[in-house]
């Protein structure tokens, strides 16, 4: 039994590129520690976005079970969007559980936690966190997060002006959250310690050309921030106290784009998809519709009992609709013949719980470097913007500083079980995850 566990999170980091950069001597203290234990290979939910992803992890159930989709969802009977954030989770989180035992956490940068809620310890929110004065529990640290200058995430905006200033901001965000670790890391007692880090996630998003690329201008302060990423784990690495499980991961893997893929447009071009007039908004749908599509590929049929303008009939009419769609899109081939849809699932196939009539009815997943899009401001149904990454749904990684015999790939629900069985806790029979031992 541990006396305490830590979980170190690198949002977006490729198990292949952990792999590489340890290799090639960027980041020395995590090949060090890599040997103390057990380094994996790991699958993240489907779609593989952060905010399903993290919320697996928070509580080892499917999003049937938790209740988070994506970063957005639409109101009842309505096309229009919402942004459902960690009220809306429907299952107890690690640390809710761990409160039961007069265990205390503290859980810092974890996404999808925005607004943050009482808990036995202290939380700053993640991604998409936008007022520190929602962000922090207790409110009370946030006259001392003001003094750090402490960033809620990077400012990606920036990217759009200046690399090297957004650069600049992924680098000085992430010498902050350094001090903020440290701080709560000496200054609290706890049982339960999560720190999570988003900048990798951004830095592969706007500029995973410079990690392939090595004449790219930025491929050496690419490496560079995985040097100061190495030296953050292999400082908390050193203060390990006896006794205590050190856990990293995780939540999705990254990849270089070809191309992005704006299903909408094709659903449009397929006929399965029409507006009332040349607007082209959700809102704006026709009861001739028989599906629409939300980031990154998540597909909804037009079903009358749920949607407004809903057309199609629940039963054998909807079978045959997903059918339709199915074999449509898995047949779309790029101007070189190319097909870049990999694989299309039916939501039952992959998710089970008492909230999957909120799910969407199908979702959508690509080959590798073809970006699915939800928009709908695009004119054609191919195109790239300012993106050099995206993310991967198999290539997530998982470490545990001990030895453990696993007989199928990890996936990110199991990580909730496996850090209550380092505490030698009982699992909850509803967990979906298996603890890796």
Same mark, same amino acid.
């Given at each position: 039994?541990?006396?305490?566990?830590?979980?170190?999170?690198?949002?977006?980091?490729?198990?292949?590129?952990?792999?590489? =950069?340890? +290799?090639?001597? @960027?980041?020395?203290?995590?090949? &060090?520690?890599?040997?103390?234990?057990?380094? #994996?290979? *790991?699958? /993240?939910?489907?779609?593989?976005?952060?905010?399903?992803?993290?919320?697996?992890?928070?509580?080892?159930?499917?999003?049937?079970?938790?209740?988070?989709?994506?970063?957005?969802?639409?109101?009842?009977?309505?096309?229009?969007?919402?942004?459902?954030?960690?009220?809306? =989770?429907? +299952?107890?989180? @690690?640390?809710?559980?761990?409160? &039961?035992?007069?265990?205390?956490?503290?859980? #810092?940068? *974890?996404? /999808?936690?925005?607004?943050?809620?009482?808990?036995?310890?202290?939380?700053?929110?993640?991604?998409?966190?936008?007022?520190?004065?929602?962000?922090?529990?207790?409110?009370?640290?946030?006259?001392?997060?003001?003094?750090?200058?402490?960033?809620?995430?990077?400012?990606?905006?920036?990217?759009?002006?200046?690399?090297?200033?957004?650069?600049?901001?992924?680098?000085?965000?992430?010498?902050?959250?350094?001090? /903020?670790?440290?701080?709560?890391?000496?200054?609290?007692?706890?049982?339960?310690?999560?720190?999570?880090?988003?900048?990798?996630?951004?830095?592969?998003?706007?500029?995973?050309?410079?990690?392939?690329?090595?004449?790219?201008?930025?491929?050496?302060?690419?490496?560079?921030?995985?040097?100061?990423?190495?030296?953050?784990?292999?400082?908390?690495?050193?203060?390990?106290?006896?006794?205590?499980?050190?856990?990293?991961?995780?939540?999705?893997?990254?990849?270089?784009?070809?191309?992005?893929?704006?299903?909408?447009?094709?659903?449009?071009?397929?006929?399965?998809?029409?507006?009332?007039?040349?607007?082209?908004?959700?809102?704006?749908?026709?009861?001739?519709?028989?599906?629409?599509?939300?980031?990154?590929?998540?597909?909804?049929?037009?079903?009358?009992?749920?949607?407004?303008?809903?057309?199609?009939?629940?039963?054998?009419?909807?079978?045959?609709?997903?059918?339709?769609?199915?074999?449509?899109?898995?047949?779309?081939?790029?101007?070189?013949?190319?097909?870049?849809?990999?694989?299309?699932?039916?939501?039952?196939?992959?998710?089970?719980?008492?909230?999957?009539?909120?799910?969407?009815?199908?979702?959508?997943?690509?080959?590798?470097?073809?970006?699915?899009?939800?928009?709908?401001?695009?004119?054609?149904?191919?195109?790239?913007?300012?993106?050099?990454?995206?993310?991967?749904?198999?290539?997530?990684?998982?470490?545990?500083?001990?030895?453990?015999?696993?007989?199928?790939?990890?996936?990110?629900?199991?990580?909730?079980?496996?850090?209550?069985?380092?505490?030698?806790?009982?699992?909850?029979?509803?967990?979906?995850?298996?603890?890796?031992?």
């Amino acid at each position: 039994m541990s006396k305490k566990v830590v979980v170190f999170g690198l949002d977006g980091t490729p198990y292949t590129m952990l792999e590489k =950069l340890t +290799s090639a001597g @960027i980041m020395p203290e995590t090949k &060090k520690i890599l040997g103390d234990g057990t380094f #994996l290979q *790991m699958d /993240a939910p489907v779609p593989e976005i952060s905010s399903v992803s993290w919320s697996c992890f928070m509580t080892g159930k499917n999003p049937a079970k938790h209740g988070i989709f994506g970063f957005t969802d639409f109101k009842p009977y309505s096309y229009s969007i919402r942004f459902p954030n960690f009220t809306e =989770l429907k +299952s107890e989180t @690690i640390w809710d559980i761990l409160s &039961k035992y007069k265990k205390r956490s503290i859980v #810092l940068n *974890m996404p /999808a936690t925005y607004p943050a809620k009482p808990l036995n310890g202290v939380m700053i929110s993640g991604f998409v966190a936008v007022d520190i004065n929602k962000a922090v529990y207790p409110a009370s640290l946030i006259p001392l997060l003001d003094d750090m200058d402490y960033r809620l995430d990077v400012d990606v905006q920036l990217a759009f002006e200046s690399l090297d200033k957004f650069l600049d901001n992924v680098f000085k965000t992430l010498e902050i959250r350094e001090k /903020a670790f440290e701080h709560f890391w000496n200054k609290e007692q706890w049982e339960l310690f999560i720190g999570i880090i988003t900048g990798t996630d951004r830095l592969h998003h706007y500029l995973w050309n410079a990690y392939e690329d090595k004449y790219h201008r930025f491929h050496k302060r690419f490496y560079e921030y995985y040097s100061k990423v190495d030296h953050i784990i292999g400082k908390f690495y050193s203060f390990l106290p006896d006794d205590t499980t050190f856990i990293m991961l995780s939540d999705h893997g990254f990849t270089g784009i070809k191309e992005e893929i704006y299903l909408n447009n094709l659903l449009v071009e397929l006929g399965f998809l029409r507006f009332k007039t040349e607007k082209k908004e959700l809102e704006n749908i026709s009861n001739e519709t028989i599906a629409f599509i939300l980031d990154p590929g998540r597909v909804y049929i037009n079903i009358k009992k749920r949607f407004p303008e809903g057309c199609v009939e629940e039963g054998d009419h909807y079978e045959i609709v997903r059918e339709k769609i199915i074999n449509s899109i898995m047949s779309f081939e790029l101007s070189n013949n190319i097909k870049p849809i990999k694989s299309i699932f039916k939501v039952e196939d992959i998710y089970q719980g008492e909230y999957i009539n909120s799910a969407p009815d199908l979702i959508i997943q690509s080959n590798y470097g073809y970006d699915l899009k939800g928009t709908l401001n695009e004119e054609n149904i191919t195109g790239k913007r300012i993106f050099t990454g995206m993310h991967t749904g198999d290539d997530a990684f998982f470490f545990i500083n001990r030895r453990i015999n696993v007989d199928k790939k990890p996936h990110i629900i199991d990580l909730a079980p496996t850090i209550l069985s380092s505490f030698n806790l009982d699992i909850p029979e509803d967990m979906d995850g298996m603890p890796l031992t």
